[in-house]
């Protein structure tokens, strides 16, 4: 009892009474940089001799370590739970493609609360929260957005970038191009608080990497192997090894621009990343990969650095997870949390300052799929109802649920209540994407939302920055489930590729009885890129140089229905490959 009520007291102090000689002119700084898919194991500092990542060990050595830090087993759960301190269910997100990676719109983000707390925003890479206004990051918070919003990109050496709801070209290696524009913005508002996301996509597939990076690991020998060894692709662990230090080269970027500003005492750095490894590849040993709800898929670093508050090698051995991140940073800045719903997140603010760690038994719950595992301080009971003492068997290899019945019923029970209260109505997802939001000018309408009909396919099973194939019929056709938010006239562009000898064909967009016809007049038959960038053959898409056809002006009335895209002639073999629908409202 003593433990909690120091907890509830720590809870009440404020910053300045903590740190009475070190009260900021300002309020600090935040700067939280997320990677994508990088494991536990990837980092020199947790014992991986394979790699040096010397800058993000640094933020560990130089503030805060924790122990036993968890995330969601996939990319868009673990973004929504840090945006909004809540569990991802709640938040509506089910999946990563196809409109289950959206935060509902009466989610109030980390960013909405910052902004009103009167610091500039923004956000710099993989989005992977909706792409679409009200969904896009610039309707939920962020004043600068430069990224993208899939769940993964297909080129990472200039590719297309969505910069504030603007299609643009990026300029050299995606991370580094990221990191530039997050320099930019911290230099051009270092007299004001800022809060800066900064979410790579590093080292998510496609497995490109520069040679700077890579030419170090395309022959090294490789000592640590993953447990299951005969499960490990060598070159897809060189390659994502290389892709972490160059995020590490870019990490200390960072860093650096903070300490040339003379910004780094006052400016809160957080690093971690998404979920766990995506391949089989040296994590320490613990059982599991991206996808799973194991330790090894769910158990991440994340280090926490603010000089002169956070106490230099703090370590945080108390179980904790992405949503206490909201509730965390908004407790160190003295930022009111006002309009949230109710958070499942819990301010581990204390903990960086020395105070004691609570004696309740909390459980961190993950989920994937409708597989759910429950983890506590000693245990983890995973999505099978198996049970083990993570204390003296970290790799999980002994199921003691006959040994310890009460406790792993007990935690059964839990899993249960957890799965009436989050999964009924979850994967029953409803809601439409929004096209001329008041919000937004353009909409884009992606192909990775849109349902094909007859025989059009997918360029990749991964939906995400896929695109539209195969389309040969008359019966074929894409169609979206779409909410006009404002009506008016709308032009209509349709990025696509059609090769010389089957241009003419006729399309047709339509929505609740408005139609616009136009013919495919120009080829564009450009190949695909991203093979020759390739350190390890893919399973994702390729992309390629999608142009715009301007279609013309459509009516559209607000309300919902179908929009719908499909062909009235086809001269030739085939009508177009479709990336993409942009509507821009052509009136004020």
């Not at 500092?45 to 560990?60: K, S, Y």
């Not at 902004?115 to 610039?138: E, L, S, V």
């Amino acid at each position: 009892m003593k433990n909690i009520a120091l907890l509830a007291t720590l809870l009440l102090v404020p910053l300045s009474a903590l740190h009475a000689n070190d009260t900021p002119t300002k309020q600090p700084n935040i700067v939280i940089i997320l990677a994508d898919d990088q494991g536990w194991g990837d980092l020199s500092i947790n014992g991986n001799t394979q790699i040096e990542t010397p800058n993000i060990d640094r933020l560990g050595r130089e503030g805060a370590q924790f122990d036993r830090f968890f995330v969601s087993p996939v990319c868009a759960p673990t973004r929504a739970e840090l945006l909004t301190g809540r569990q991802h269910a709640r938040c509506g997100v089910w999946g990563v493609s196809e409109g289950g990676e959206r935060i509902n719109t009466d989610e109030k983000t980390i960013a909405d609360i910052f902004k009103a707390a009167g610091y500039k925003t923004a956000a710099f890479g993989k989005w992977h929260n909706g792409a679409q206004f009200p969904y896009h990051p610039n309707a939920r918070g962020f004043d600068e957005f430069y990224g993208f919003c899939s769940g993964h990109w297909g080129n990472y050496f200039s590719p297309v970038i969505d910069h504030n709801g603007q299609l643009v070209k990026g300029n050299g290696y995606i991370i580094d191009d990221l990191t530039d524009h997050a320099l930019d913005f911290i230099g051009a508002h270092r007299q004001e608080p800022f809060f800066v996301y900064l979410p790579y996509n590093t080292p998510h597939a496609p497995m490109q990497v520069p040679d700077q990076w890579w030419n170090k690991f395309k022959n090294k020998l490789l000592p640590l192997p993953h447990r299951y060894q005969d499960k490990e692709d060598v070159n897809f662990t060189r390659a994502a090894l290389a892709m972490c230090e160059n995020m590490d080269w870019d990490v200390g970027r960072v860093l650096k621009k903070l300490d040339e500003l003379k910004l780094a005492d006052n400016t809160i750095v957080v690093y971690f990343s998404d979920n766990g490894p995506n391949s089989y590849r040296w994590n320490g040993g613990m059982r599991g990969i991206k996808g799973w709800t194991d330790e090894g898929g769910v158990r991440l670093p994340l280090f926490i650095r603010w000089p002169g508050h956070i106490q230099p090698g703090t370590e945080v051995r108390q179980i904790s997870c992405a949503m206490d991140l909201l509730p965390t940073l908004a407790g160190l800045a003295e930022v009111p949390l006002t309009g949230t719903k109710p958070l499942d997140g819990l301010s581990f603010k204390p903990l960086l300052f020395g105070g004691k760690e609570p004696t309740t038994d909390r459980m961190i719950f993950s989920h994937w799929n409708k597989k759910v595992s429950v983890r506590t301080q000693q245990y983890r009971l995973d999505d099978q109802g198996n049970l083990y003492d993570m204390v003296t068997d970290p790799g999980q290899t002994k199921d003691i649920a006959a040994q310890q019945p009460e406790k792993a019923a007990r935690l059964r029970k839990a899993v249960a209540d957890w799965k009436m209260e989050m999964l009924p109505a979850l994967f029953d997802d409803k809601r439409p994407f929004v096209i001329g939001h008041p919000g937004s000018k353009s909409t884009m309408v992606d192909a990775a939302d849109g349902v094909a009909h007859g025989n059009i396919q997918r360029s990749s099973r991964w939906a995400n920055e896929s695109f539209y194939t195969n389309w040969k019929h008359l019966e074929d056709s894409i169609t979206w489930d779409c909410e006009v938010g404002r009506s008016g006239d709308y032009l209509v562009d349709i990025y696509y590729t059609c090769t010389a000898a089957d241009v003419g064909s006729t399309v047709e967009i339509s929505f609740n009885g408005s139609k616009l016809s136009g013919k495919v007049k120009e080829p564009n038959d450009p190949p695909l890129i991203g093979k020759e960038q390739d350190r390890v053959e893919r399973d994702v898409s390729y992309v390629k140089n999608f142009e715009a056809m301007t279609l013309g002006k459509i009516r559209l009335e607000k309300g919902r229905g179908t929009l719908k895209l499909q062909a009235l002639e086809i001269p030739g073999a085939q009508v177009m490959g479709f990336r993409r629908i942009i509507l821009t409202r052509t009136e004020k």
